[in-house]
């Protein structure tokens, strides 16, 4: 009797440890798979038109050229309003970044601590509009299933502005629909839809809107002219193309 | 044969659209700014201290892909009109004072010969330093003191200007300016801010005062400022190692020339300026340690002759077989003087912002036994999701003398509010609230506490 119950006992541990493993293992290969659809092509250069939308229905628009590669190498420089026009912003591996400022003719390095602040006045922070992938950033628990989409839960492994995450992602094109942040309290401080469509081979994230809960604030990120693979090298990623 | 031609017409269509693209993209961009700057001063009857409308256009033309020129012009009614005679009301200069300039004009040209080097010929800003408008090796174009309080500010040089890039993180510059142009001095309230006291012996009243400032002549040896600068990056710290050989743009009384005129001590003083020809060693470095960006700035300056200063009291000795002079060393070669900032700024997480700066050695001072202490502090607040920025904290602590600081320091106060009255326009009020004692720049002006408004508008 005794044994038996040590063998179902076993029986259930195994089993259990087998679907937790399962698990993880299968929230992470979703995450991962959602990280190949956001940060799979080489290299992306595209319009960015901010839409700022304030409680009162406000709206203010700013542009700028994106261009980015890989995952860790990307330049912003805006175009409008005029009185934003010029100013550009490297971000480089290892949380390196410069700002340009026309107005003071050199490039300036900007302490790590701005990757908390909200950039160019938007909803996204610095480190939102960072391109390190979700699953080097962040551990993942499948909270449920959904008829469309894999609600998972995304714990950062280091420091962040956000407690968790909460993604839906795609089930049959693993993009992300939703992202919910909380913040340390653990209180949903901001949530992101997201509209992707297909360019070429790639998923493209047409639009990203991002609500500040706490401000009822909004910004809708929409990329326009967007092109893959160009051929973008790491020459373009440097302070002398900044101040150009 | 239709068909050819609506083939033709296709191809023509596709060619002109083609060109009035490019076209588009190589036309002359015109963007700039209007700025309004107002002072008044906080004394009984409120004078106006500053007037400035200022519209800055810059112009842009890419001229090639490795191609553009680059403009910024200044056009400006400045001051207030001092009108004494009925004639100056013919005068709409007097009335009404206006000025342009050209700020900066050139041509820049990238991959030149060498994919990795850069040129820029023309009328140009070289902005050199990591430290927060108050650079030490920032010495390449003249100061611009017009605005004593617009620290930092610099007129464009007619140079030349290679920047040589060796793979990404490092980089040579090289440039040449072929004509020296000194600094120019404060106006309107601020004229006198930089003007040293003069120390007369007893008994000497100073009747009468002239200057006579003698400039290097136009000459290839004796005009020109070159330099050569070493930029790099690595394991997270950018750096510079740089030198220059220029003039400080700022003249050295050399000799003074006493007169007498009455048997009642009264004195003519002619003096005499020069601009010293000075060595500059320069290096800087960034970097962001544990979220806080820190810099650093340094520059020895080395006079490549002593500067003395001459007293010719000859007049006083008619008789005297050989003049009677008196030397002082103002600068001794041998001894260069460091002039140096190190600073941190940090970002908080709800969009406050702190810059704190330490400055040895002020853009006017020179000498090793000249420079003093500045501390800077700003705290910046942002509302409204940015719309208003707020500065509670914002100014400096000076220390000339650490021996008797109760007498030798001085106290700037500069809280500041920042309102984005649109996309373009921000309207800027603030207050400036000197105190201090002893003899330093900013102890000095403790009469012109003011109250300062300025508007702004992109286009």
């Not at chain 2, 000076?398 to 309207?427: C, F, G, Q, R």
Request: hydrophobic share 40%; charged share 20%; with cysteine.
């Amino acid at each position: 009797m005794k044994f038996t119950i040590s063998k179902a006992l076993m029986t259930v541990l195994i089993l259990t440890g087998g679907i937790l493993f399962a698990n993880v293992q299968d929230t992470s290969s979703v995450l991962k798979k959602m990280d190949d659809v956001m940060y799979s092509p080489k290299d992306m250069t595209g319009i960015n038109r901010i839409v700022l939308i304030d409680k009162n229905g406000k709206e203010e628009i700013r542009e700028a050229i994106m261009q980015q590669k890989g995952t860790d190498k990307r330049m912003f420089r805006f175009t409008a309003p005029a009185s934003q026009s010029g100013i550009a912003v490297l971000s480089l591996p290892n949380d390196v970044m410069y700002l340009y400022l026309p107005a003071f003719g050199k490039e300036r390095r900007i302490s790590t601590s701005v990757k908390s602040q909200n950039f160019a006045g938007t909803d996204f922070s610095y480190d939102d509009m960072g391109a390190e992938t979700f699953s080097n950033e962040y551990t993942s628990k499948l909270l449920r299933t959904e008829a469309n989409v894999f609600v998972l839960e995304l714990r950062p492994k280091g420091r962040s502005d956000y407690s968790k995450i909460i993604v839906n992602v795609n089930k049959n094109n693993y993009y992300p629909e939703l992202m919910e942040f909380y913040d340390k309290g653990n209180k949903k401080s901001k949530e992101a839809k997201y509209t992707f469509i297909k360019i070429g081979k790639y998923w493209n994230a047409s639009e990203i809107e991002m609500t500040d809960l706490k401000k009822n604030h909004t910004t809708k990120m929409q990329m326009s002219n967007v092109k893959y693979d160009t051929g973008l090298t790491d020459d373009d990623f440097t302070v002398r193309k900044l101040k150009r | 044969m239709k068909r050819t031609n609506i083939l033709l017409l296709l191809f023509l269509l596709v060619v002109v659209t083609g060109i009035a693209s490019a076209q588009n993209e190589n036309n002359l961009k015109i963007s700039g700014e209007l700025l309004t700057d107002e002072r008044l001063l906080l004394n009984e009857k409120n004078d106006w201290a500053w007037n400035e409308n200022r519209l800055t256009l810059q112009l842009d033309k890419r001229i090639t892909d490795n191609s553009k020129f680059y403009s910024e012009v200044w056009l400006r009614n400045i001051g207030l009109p001092k009108i004494t005679q009925s004639s100056d009301l013919y005068n709409k200069g007097i009335i009404d004072p206006y000025n342009i300039e050209i700020r900066e004009a050139y041509i820049q040209l990238y991959g030149v010969l060498t994919k990795n080097l850069d040129v820029s010929i023309g009328r140009q800003r070289i902005v050199w330093g990591t430290a927060d408008k108050l650079n030490p090796t920032d010495n390449l174009n003249p100061l611009d003191l017009e605005d004593i309080l617009d620290f930092g500010r610099r007129r464009g040089s007619d140079a030349i200007n290679l920047n040589y890039y060796i793979k990404n993180d490092f980089s040579l510059q090289g440039f040449f300016i072929p004509f020296f142009r000194p600094a120019n001095m404060p106006v309107g309230i601020f004229s006198n801010a930089l003007n040293s006291t003069m120390e007369l012996p007893q008994g000497m009243i100073l009747k009468e005062f002239s200057d006579t400032l003698l400039m290097p002549g136009y000459n290839l040896g004796e005009s020109s400022t070159a330099g050569l600068k070493f930029k790099g990056f690595a394991k997270g710290v950018d750096f510079s190692a740089s030198y220059v050989w220029g003039y400080d743009g700022l003249p050295f009384v050399t000799k003074n020339t006493f007169i007498p005129v009455d048997t009642l001590g009264g004195t003519n003083i002619n003096s005499q300026l020069s601009f010293a020809r000075t060595h500059i060693i320069g290096a800087d470095l960034a970097t962001s340690i544990a979220g806080i960006g820190f810099w650093a700035e340094a520059a020895a300056f080395i006079p490549e002759n002593d500067v003395i200063m001459t007293n010719d009291l000859s007049a006083f000795y008619p008789m005297s077989p050989i003049p009677v002079t008196q030397d002082s060393l103002i600068l001794d070669k041998t001894k260069p003087y460091l002039k140096f900032v190190i600073g941190c700024d940090y970002n908080f997480a709800n969009g406050s912002y702190l810059n704190l700066q330490y400055m040895h050695g002020f853009i006017h001072e020179r000498g090793n036994d000249n420079l003093n202490d500045y501390f800077f502090l700003r705290y910046e607040m942002n509302f409204a999701g940015g719309k208003l920025k707020v500065a509670p904290i914002g100014g400096g602590f000076i220390v000339t003398d650490w021996n008797n600081i109760k007498d030798n320091y001085a106290l700037v106060y500069m809280p500041e509010i920042v309102y984005k009255a649109t996309i373009n326009s921000e309207i800027s009020l603030s207050t400036v609230i000197f105190n201090g004692n002893g003899d330093n720049l900013f102890a000095n002006l403790k009469d012109y506490n003011m109250f300062m408004f300025k508007l702004k508008y992109s286009f």
